[in-house]
């Protein structure tokens, strides 16, 4: 899979390169047809690179004074240039070659051969199509969050109401979102009955930090536990060295549905590994679950996971639910 999808970008990006080239083209064009005399600066500076080149090659062992003036004649001309497009009121820069990305001038790598965020960003994206997030990151995100769904009306022993419990819950995410860049070790654990709105916010937070180019990976615990496995068993290596690296690097993981999944040590040890090797590395964990913090700490006896469960916020989800409504 993870080599489909890199494919498929470079041929992408290859595809962006030759038409920011296609329009650079084009935009000299209108630029010769208007000012013909910077068609005759930009000849002038190719003969001045040219001719430069040929000393050098011919006269391998002096040439840093005529590199030297060639430099200076270069630059006069690109000042002449620079002063002509002013004069017509056309921007400097407006016959360069304009990249989406000047990190990596839309070659999605870096110098030193890693992979440029936005490449990483478009194979998350790319991951998300694939595995149907996206759809439903379309329909639930903030905006067609609605607080009047949550009863207003007391519940059970709860001191607030439905409603007042998920206007809070609703600014803690707010304020997890806005300080998202900041190493504060906040991390969020959602809990309660399903049909409360866990999967719905975990969505509109995903959403929130993906407009932002932040990586997220939102996966349910039964999905990370296949990621995990077939890491161990070496299965479809690159794919799954993609994904189980990207549990670990992206700037925020959402594992939902906790304790759904059938564990054992060897899984719930993968599972904390991960949870705790991201909290040492300043990077942020979202959980979702049904169970009460007391019934985890059931499940999970491990004392490293009630050590892990410490660094994060616990929300409870509670009222009606709300799928029959
Ligand atoms: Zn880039």
């Not at 003036?69 to 001309?77: D, F, N, V, Y």
């Not at 709860?158 to 997890?176: K, L």
Request: hydrophobic share 35%.
């Amino acid at each position: 899979m993870y080599k489909d999808i890199l494919k498929e970008l470079s041929t992408e990006y290859e595809r962006k390169r030759d038409r920011q080239i296609y329009e650079q083209r084009m935009r000299k064009e209108n630029v010769y047809k208007k000012i013909p005399a910077i068609r005759r600066i930009d000849e002038d500076i190719f003969k001045a690179g040219l001719s430069m080149s040929k000393y050098i090659i011919g006269n391998p062992d002096k040439y840093m004074e005529a590199v030297e003036e060639a430099k200076g004649t270069i630059e006069k001309l690109k000042m002449e240039k620079a002063y002509l497009l002013t004069e017509s009121n056309i921007p400097v820069d407006y016959m360069d070659i304009k990249y989406e990305c000047n990190t990596c001038n839309d070659t999605g790598y870096l110098d030193s051969g890693s992979q440029c965020n936005c490449l990483r960003q478009a194979l998350v994206s790319r991951a998300y199509k694939m595995s149907n997030i996206e759809n439903s990151l379309e329909a639930e995100n903030f905006k067609t969050f609605n607080i009047n769904v949550f009863s207003s009306e007391p519940f059970g022993n709860e001191n607030m109401t439905p409603r007042e419990n998920m206007q809070d819950i609703v600014s803690i995410a707010e304020g997890f979102i806005s300080n998202f860049n900041e190493n504060n070790g906040d991390n969020l654990l959602f809990y309660g009955t399903t049909g409360l709105g866990k999967t719905f916010l975990c969505s509109c937070i995903a959403k929130s930090l993906l407009d932002k180019n932040k990586i997220v990976i939102y996966q349910t615990a039964f999905t990370i536990l296949e990621i995990i496995e077939g890491h161990r068993f070496k299965r479809d290596t690159k794919a799954n060295d993609y994904e189980y690296n990207s549990l670990f690097d992206a700037d925020l993981l959402i594992i939902d549905d906790l304790g759904t999944e059938v564990s054992n040590t060897f899984t719930n040890a993968e599972i904390f590994n991960i949870v705790n090797t991201r909290i040492i590395g300043g990077k942020k964990t979202i959980i979702s679950t049904n169970l009460t913090p007391k019934e985890i700490s059931e499940i999970y006896t491990d004392r490293i996971f009630s050590r892990i469960l410490d660094k994060f916020i616990p929300l409870k989800f509670y009222g009606p639910d709300l799928r029959w409504e």
